[in-house]
């Protein structure tokens, strides 16, 4: 039986998956640095052992309310094609291992951002795991960043 591995996490008390192989590392919260005129999602910049790594507000991303003041949060850092892009996330779950048998479409009736960026979920036992699809995760539009009053989102490297 094919089996998929997880790496888990809470964000506003639901419970989010990313492909275990795609998940970089994790690492507390790191101070950032602001990028003035940038997309509300992107929360700052990061230096991760000397790469700067932009820093996604995962709350903001999927549409659901901003973390309390008090609360930090977590860096999941994620490996993409143009390099590592931190997601910052409420809590860390574990490293979940699920049939893929188990694995369901997204319901017809999820509406908003989360409809692009969520996979599928898997019923488990006391919750519901969504699966999040890790490059469209990290991709911020710029019709997002339009809708915001700006310009464009998309932080390219300089060589």
Partial sequence: MAEHQYCTFYLAGHYFGLDVLKVQEIIRYRQMTRVPLASPVVRGLINLRGQIVTALDLRRRLGLADRPDD????????????????????????????????????????????????????????????????????QVSSQASAHAGYESATLTKTQ
């Fill in 71 to 138: 609360q930090e949060p977590l860096n999941v850092v994620v490996q993409t094609e143009d390099g590592a892009v931190s997601l910052l996330v409420d809590e860390i779950g574990d490293v979940l291992t699920v049939p893929e048998s188990a694995f369901e479409r997204p319901p017809e009736t999820l509406r908003g951002p989360a409809r692009e960026l969520i996979r599928g979920a898997y019923k488990l036992d006391n919750q519901l795991l969504l699966i999040l699809d890790p490059e469209r995760t990290v």
